[in-house]
């Protein structure tokens, strides 16, 4: 479903210059959790950011299948608008919501900044509600919610769109260990929903979360290898994928 191959991306530049990513490769299937792990500073945030369409690679490709599949990687954000809209949905450690408007609003509103009609907006955001189930909590506002319940909402919010990839930044950071499982939990449900299946790549910290996923990845010199728990959390890496 996601195809990154030779990723490379740096900053600054003659003696300054410093390569972050160099040369990553790695693929989700459909239907696919994959933990993402590696040291602060070792380039997560800026390979999702790449995945993202918010920052673009000095080199390599990147391909989503979807309809139409997305190919990008070196264009510039502003050319791959489309990536953003229909894509890719992003999950961070804080909830964004905007604690004015209901719940269902804040995924309204969501949908309508990305062309959607009204009424077709508010039919994806309560059925977006329903699969994170919080149909019940549709009209409340969100500091009316529990943590757990906010991030649901974020997580209803970025499936509305019919997005094929989640890209979640920590997803259970701001979180107590009870709700950050349960959003683990949420994530798994909608990667094998038997109707439309989605895929996320989630970078965390926490092992124990990370070892839920389907598979893990460990960041480390800039590449990507495939891990365990104990070579992601300690010094020893992984066979590379």
Not at 8 to 14: D, I, L, P, V
Not at 20 to 30: E, I, T, W
Not at 58 to 81: F, L
Not at 123 to 141: H, P, Y
């Amino acid at each position: 479903m996601l195809e990154v191959s030779g990723l490379k991306k740096g900053f600054g530049s003659g003696s300054n210059r410093l390569e972050v990513l160099k040369g990553v490769d790695l693929s989700l299937r459909k239907g696919e959790l994959v933990a993402l792990m590696g040291p602060s500073g070792c380039g997560k945030s800026t390979l999702l950011n790449i995945i993202g369409g918010l920052l673009r690679a000095d080199q390599g490709s990147i391909k989503i299948e979807s309809k139409p599949p997305m190919a990008y990687g070196t264009k510039a954000p502003n050319q791959v608008i489309d990536v953003r809209r229909k894509g890719v949905g992003w999950i961070f450690q804080d909830f964004h919501l905007l604690n004015h408007i209901s719940s269902v609003e804040n995924v309204i509103l969501s949908l309508e900044l990305a062309g959607v009609e009204a009424r077709e907006a508010e039919t994806r955001a309560k059925s977006a509600m329903e699969r994170v189930e919080l149909a019940d909590r549709m009209n409340f506002m969100p500091n009316e919610l529990s943590g757990g319940q906010q991030q649901r909402v974020a997580v209803a919010r970025a499936i509305a769109g019919s997005r094929p990839l989640l890209l979640a930044d920590e997803p259970t950071g701001n979180l107590d260990v009870k709700a950050g499982e349960s959003i683990i939990s949420l994530f798994k449900e909608l990667c094998a929903d038997p109707n439309d299946p989605i895929s996320v790549l989630m970078v965390t910290h926490d092992p124990i979360l990370a070892s839920k996923a389907d598979r893990m990845l460990l960041m480390r010199d800039g590449k990507t290898a495939a891990s365990d728990i104990r070579s992601a959390w300690g010094e020893t890496t992984g066979d590379a994928e």
